[in-house]
């Protein structure tokens, strides 16, 4: 497996140089964030990215994320326009050494939570998605902002949204993705790029908009529309185990001896009564998910791909971005990468 760790770009606080200190880190993911979603990621700019990591030592081979278009999810007549884009930002990655593109087909909210700095009882601060917190919120209401909310969509924009997608069903929203999937693997198959959509989260539908990648079941049949290598998975195991009908040891065991796991997001979510849940520290006893038997799995499969430590709290006094600080992340890379070293000196 290869350590990788997310950076948000220039604007990030955590800078390279000090993801580069933390010794188990080889590369980099990293995504072009001034380019519209829809539009084509340009060359130039793909290769300024690559070079700015690459000069810090750090590798670049992965992508989090390719976003993939409104119109594409809704299946509209303008969608074969941002599928051409996408085919191209495709061809360009490749060209540029990227290995893996991450990639998500959830309905305009990405991520979500319901509160981004809850005080734990050590005092550091986490993620939160509580299930009567959420009850309360009204996406419409414009002034929400929390992770995964695209704040650059006015309200009307986002009630055209909403009205659009209540005729979207689960199974239309199904078609539609196969209907992209079709188009988009062979040309990541001829440019030998694996495409790894990364389950909803939290895994169930929200504000009723549908969710259809919430877990084992979905993954087979996401798997099956299109059958090469290049149609692959991101396990990311706080989403898929949020939902206490997932079992992520299962869901690996059974996905990568097929070659279907091409990155991992490993963090640790504790589940509470309601079916609410807080993201913990990585470490399986601050939380429901036991991350050596995770890491097993994927050892035993035979896992060659890329992981990242996911979310961590804000601990030592750290600000800025929540969950993608530098200290909590560090410290649950260093925490896998001694289980795997561990498990492979066992073997
Ligand atoms: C959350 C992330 C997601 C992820 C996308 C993948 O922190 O794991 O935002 O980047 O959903 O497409």
């Known amino acids: 497996m290869k350590m990788v760790f997310r950076w948000y770009g220039e604007d990030d606080p955590v800078t390279l140089k000090y993801i580069k200190q933390v010794p188990c880190i080889s590369g980099i993911v990293s995504a072009l964030y001034n380019v519209q979603v829809g ?88 993620l939160v998605y509580y299930k ?58 001829q440019n030998d790029i694996k495409m790894a959509i990364h389950p909803d989260d939290p895994p169930w539908p929200i504000f009723g908009l549908p969710r259809i990648i919430t877990g084992e079941k979905a993954l087979e049949r996401l798997v099956k529309i299109y059958d090469s290598p290049s149609n692959g998975l991101t396990i990311c195991t706080g989403s898929l185990g949020a939902s206490k009908d997932n079992n992520v040891v299962k869901i690996i065991e059974k996905f990568t001896p097929l ?50 430590p996911d979310h961590g709290r804000m601990i030592w006094g750290e600000t800025g971005k929540a969950g993608y600080g530098l200290y909590d992340r560090a410290l649950g890379a260093m925490y896998l990468t001694g289980i795997w070293e561990a498990i492979k000196k066992q073997k």
């Not at 590798?59 to 594409?72: A, L």
């Not at 969608?79 to 060209?95: G, H, Q």
């Not at 009564?273 to 470490?283: K, P, T, V, W, Y």
Request: charged share 30%; with cysteine; glycine share 6%.
């Open 259 to 308: 070659g279907k796991v091409h990155f991992v997001h490993a963090r640790n979510v504790k589940l509470l009564e309601d079916g609410s849940f807080e993201e913990s520290a990585h470490l399986s006893n601050c939380g429901s998910m036991d991350m050596t038997e995770i890491l097993k799995a994927l050892y035993e499969g035979g896992f060659t791909g890329y992981i990242r």
């Open 39 to 126: 539009e084509n990621w340009p060359l130039s700019k793909i290769e300024e990215l690559k070079r700015r990591v690459e000069s810090k030592g750090l590798g670049f081979e992965v992508i989090e994320s390719v976003p993939v278009h409104e119109d594409i999810k809704l299946g509209l007549p303008t969608r074969d326009t941002y599928i051409e884009n996408y085919k191209e930002t495709i061809r360009n990655l490749s060209k540029m050494g990227i290995k893996v593109i991450c990639y998500n087909f959830m309905p305009v909210f990405d991520w979500t939570r319901s509160q981004l700095d809850k005080v734990l009882d050590d005092e550091s601060t986490t």
């Open 132 to 189: 009567e917190q959420i009850k309360d919120m009204n996406p419409l209401d414009g002034s929400l902002s929390l992770p995964g909310w695209d704040s650059s969509y006015k309200l009307d924009e986002l009630q055209d949204l909403f009205e659009k997608y209540s005729h979207i069903t689960e199974e239309k929203l199904w078609e539609n993705l196969e209907y992209f999937l079709k188009q988009i693997v062979p040309v990541a198959e």
